[in-house]
């Protein structure tokens, strides 16, 4: 009887501890899951405070634990060291690999990204209202006369007027629009 009794102790102490090792191991998973939720907010914070980045710059990025993937396309190389400086400096970051590309230099391109953001953002345009703020919701990037919309608008019909709006401007090969539409 003993012997069961002792058998008995034994195994109900085993699952106690195995319960608060679990209980520890979520702790743990909850921990890490916060700071790479915080260093999510700390990167994106990061980013669109670079003082070069406009809307013709895209930046993006994926936190994985203490990895940073940078990503998108800029219009120059300073901005694209930056990023990667910036993002380098934030506590828990351990490692960043900078695959942003750099776009190459085109006055062609240049004209284009200017009647782009005329024909979508001027005065008579229904998507003026994505002008307004320090960094716009809408990016223009063009690479070789070919246009990516990237960022977000309100509804379906804007991200369609974006695209008709890009497609009339003279010098466009091709739009692609990756805008995304946000969810009331």
Known sequence: MKRV???CWAG???VLLMGVSAAQGGQQSSGAQRMQERITREVRHELVMLPQLTIFDNLQYKVDGSKVTLMGQVRNAVLKDEAAHAVKKIEGVEQVDNKIEVLPASENDDRVRLAVARALFGNDSPLFRYS???????????KNGHVALEGVVDNQSDKDLATVKANGVPGVFSVDNHLVVQKP
Request: charged share 0%; hydrophobic share 65%; proline share 12%.
């Open 5 to 7: 009794l002792h058998f």
């Open 12 to 14: 109900l102490t085993a």
């Open 132 to 142: 307004m703020g320090a960094l716009p919701p809408i990016h223009i990037i063009v």
